[in-house]
């Protein structure tokens, strides 16, 4: 097989990048005025491919385009391999395709697509038309792919479409319409209005076993030649794909074997015979998902920009920048969403209606006076295999600085309730670039993620965050440190305070017998909120007590990996304010002590005395001089025992802060 392709690559350097013509030539030049790349001893160069610059979770059909960066990225590849690309369209990112490949000394056959669609087509030829006149790269337009085969349109109507561009291009630039090699024998009349036929054959689609694929071929094409004398005549696609995503049962098999055979077996036969061609295609491109499970197969490259191990031999590898920015794989371009992701928030009031969509920027405004909110982009059809990633960088800007977000991401398997492992972010107003190793979040299984990120919101603070440009990148990148917080550290200082870290989620014993309210008015020491508790007293069959923790992160009871909870080492106190409704209320209070495999770094909790409380609000401190503080997830909590409030205890809380 070695010897086959060195065999190749001396054909190739002896033969033009010219059409089979039997016939005088076209009123405009099909030809590719830029040369032919040199290939390595062994390896092929092709003379046309077609490319679609789709990356993975990007769909024309759903207006999903990649940008002029991601496009530019893929000419260094394409053109180590030829001269000239096959794009399909003049609309959506053709601009940007056709810009590169002029920079790159790529010549373009332009695509104008035609289907069903009367205004979509008009948009198209106006664009094509407009495209073919401002660039030199340009050197053909093929209006309408398929359109017979798929009996878009009647063949009068095509006619017509043609002969609007050509008398637009008046000639400067060479015109055809590409169909199946059975559409161009039943209609001989559209060879008439052409300057080439561009004709697909498939043996792949007539289920030819692959070492007879060639001598089909051959046979098709032959006819197609015969039954034009004087057109010259391209082979606008071809190939056979890698893989199948469903049962494979015929006689034409895809593989990666049967790939490169085809490949190789063909460049020869086209190299013998002078033959143009578009090899079928540069890059794999999973949107196409409903071709019989091969849609997906066809590219030389596979979605992440890496050459097909089977054709190592006869190709070369991709570019740096290609496979650089191919190794991404974005979520969210601007404000932009790609498949098959959704996003939605909630908060624990079931409240769904505080993000709004701008160009370029998502808005989170989360409301006040709720005790957590999220923001979640999802899966939506089903986990999704991100194992091959190593990060993922988001763009975060809050409105106001100092407001904190923590992120997270989970797997399918998890339960939604807030235990997931979250890293803390705080954010001013401008734009931050935040870059996450996937190594943090550790219990999480990457191969089968149904969150590829969640954005939290906890407290009763208003916050406003804006959001941009979610990828996941294979990039290694180091773990951010988490430095002891600075000190003071505020837990509580009044209700809607951007200042509170911690959120009273940790309900314990009797809990049904609590309520607490974060924007309690009533005397509070500086005159604006303070925490009212209400503790009902004995229940039923219950504990015969009831607390509270304040958690980072919400509900998390030691079962959450790090990062989670605190670094509160500077810290020497903890301090807070309390008093009683009538004075005979009996509670006790404390800082850390949560257990369970990732619990506080503080066990045994630190705890006052039951402490009886006074009408009069009085400052307690729990001191914590030489002891470990840095994991702390239970940042301050009360317990009162039905037994010493034997009528139940009302008592309120402020201003509960760590101090050095």
């Known amino acids: 097989m070695r010897l086959i392709a060195v065999a190749v690559a001396g054909l190739l350097a002896g033969c033009s990048a010219g059409v089979q013509r039997t016939g005088g030539?076209?009123?405009?030049?099909?030809?590719?005025?830029?040369?032919?790349?040199?290939?390595?001893?062994?390896?092929?160069?092709?003379?046309?491919?077609?490319?679609?610059?789709?990356?993975?979770?990007?769909?024309?059909?759903?207006?999903?385009?990649?940008?002029?960066?991601?496009?530019?990225?893929?000419?260094?590849?394409?053109?180590?391999?030829?001269?000239?690309?096959?794009?399909?369209?003049?609309?959506?990112?053709?601009?940007?395709?056709?810009?590169?490949a002029q920079a790159a000394h790529l010549c373009v056959s332009l695509g104008i697509w035609l289907d069903r669609d009367s205004a979509a087509n008009a948009a198209e030829i106006a664009a094509g038309i407009r495209l073919a006149r401002q660039y030199p790269a340009v050197r053909s337009v093929i209006v309408g792919s398929e359109v017979l085969l798929r009996h878009d349109l009647s063949v009068d109507q095509l006619i017509q479409d043609i002969r609007q561009v050509r008398a637009a291009l008046g000639g400067k630039v060479a015109v055809s319409t590409a169909d199946d090699y059975h559409q161009w024998l039943a209609h001989p009349e559209l060879a008439k209005v052409v300057d080439f036929v561009t004709v697909h054959i498939y043996p792949f689609w007539q289920n030819v076993p692959v070492g007879s694929a060639v001598s089909a071929l051959s046979v098709d094409y032959g006819q197609v030649v015969r039954r034009f004398p004087g057109k010259p005549v391209v082979i606008g696609e071809t190939g056979w794909p890698s893989a199948s995503d469903t049962h494979v049962t015929g006689a034409a098999v895809p593989s990666p074997q049967n790939q490169a055979h085809y490949l190789t077996s063909f460049v020869i036969w086209a190299a013998q015979h002078h033959i143009q061609y578009f090899y079928f295609d540069a890059f794999d491109e999973d949107w196409k998902t409903g071709e019989s499970g091969v849609g997906t197969h066809w590219g030389l490259y596979d979605l992440s920009g890496k050459?097909?191990?089977?054709?190592?031999?006869?190709?070369?590898?991709?570019?740096?920048?290609?496979?650089?920015?191919?190794?991404?794989?974005?979520?969210?371009?601007?404000?932009?969403?790609?498949?098959?992701?959704?996003?939605?928030?909630?908060?624990?009031?079931?409240?769904?209606?505080?993000?709004?969509?701008?160009?370029?920027?998502?808005?989170?405004?989360?409301?006040?006076?709720?005790?957590?909110?999220?923001?979640?982009?999802?899966?939506?059809?089903?986990?999704?295999?991100?194992?091959?990633?190593?990060?993922?960088?988001?763009q975060l800007r809050a409105r106001t600085s100092g407001e904190r977000v923590r992120l997270g991401i989970k797997d399918s398997s998890q339960p939604a309730n807030g235990s997931e492992i979250t890293v803390e972010e705080t954010l001013s107003t401008n734009w931050s670039t935040v870059t996450l190793p996937l190594s943090?979040?550790?219990?999480?299984?990457?191969?089968?993620?149904?969150?590829?990120?969640?954005?939290?919101f906890q407290g009763s603070a208003a916050e406003t965050v804006d959001l941009s440009d979610l990828r996941y990148s294979p990039a290694v990148v180091p773990t951010p440190a988490f430095p002891p917080a600075p000190m003071p550290f505020t837990v509580y200082a009044g209700g809607g305070n951007p200042g509170n870290h911690y959120v009273p989620s940790g309900y314990m014993g009797d809990y049904s017998a609590v309520t607490m309210n974060q924007f309690w008015a009533g005397r509070p020491p500086d005159g604006s909120t303070c925490i009212r508790v209400n503790y009902a007293g004995a229940v039923p069959g219950g504990a015969g007590w009831a607390g509270v923790y304040w958690q980072n992160p919400v509900d998390n009871r030691g079962t959450v990996p790090g990062p989670a909870g605190y670094n509160l080492s500077r810290a020497t106190r903890l301090t807070?304010?309390?008093?009683?409704?009538?004075?005979?209320?009996?509670?006790?209070?404390?800082?850390?002590?949560?257990?369970?495999?990732?619990?506080?770094?503080?066990?045994?909790?630190?705890?006052?005395?039951?402490?009886?409380?006074?009408?009069?609000?009085?400052?307690?401190?729990i001191w914590l001089a030489g002891k470990n503080l840095t994991h702390i997830i239970g940042g301050f909590g009360w317990v009162a025992a039905a037994q010493n409030n034997p009528h139940g205890a009302t008592f309120y809380l402020d201003h509960i802060i760590y101090s050095a």
């Not at 943090?440 to 939290?456: D, I, K, Q």
């Not at 006052?608 to 009069?616: E, I, P």
Request: with cysteine; charged share 15%; glycine share 8%.
């Open 25 to 100: 030539p076209p009123a405009a030049s099909f030809a590719c005025h830029q040369p032919l790349p040199v290939a390595a001893p062994g390896q092929l160069t092709l003379s046309g491919v077609g490319y679609s610059p789709y990356h993975a979770g990007q769909d024309p059909d759903h207006s999903i385009y990649p940008s002029a960066a991601e496009i530019a990225a893929d000419m260094p590849t394409l053109s180590a391999v030829t001269n000239y690309i096959r794009v399909y369209g003049s609309t959506g990112p053709a601009p940007e395709i056709v810009q590169a």
């Open 307 to 394: 050459l097909k191990p089977a054709l190592a031999w006869w190709l070369p590898a991709a570019r740096a920048q290609t496979a650089s920015e191919r190794g991404y794989r974005d979520v969210l371009v601007g404000s932009r969403l790609e498949k098959p992701f959704d996003i939605s928030v909630d908060t624990d009031r079931h409240e769904r209606d505080w993000l709004t969509a701008t160009t370029g920027v998502l808005t989170m405004a989360y409301p006040a006076g709720r005790q957590w909110g999220t923001m979640l982009i999802t899966v939506g059809r089903g986990p999704v295999d991100l194992s091959r990633f190593r990060s993922l960088t988001v």
């Open 576 to 621: 807070f304010w309390v008093r009683g409704q009538t004075g005979a209320e009996r509670v006790q209070f404390l800082a850390g002590g949560i257990t369970g495999r990732y619990g506080d770094s503080l066990r045994p909790a630190v705890k006052t005395a039951v402490l009886r409380l006074s009408t009069s609000w009085q400052q307690v401190t």
């Open 440 to 456: 943090l979040f550790a219990n999480v299984n990457l191969s089968r993620l149904s969150v590829v990120l969640e954005v939290v």
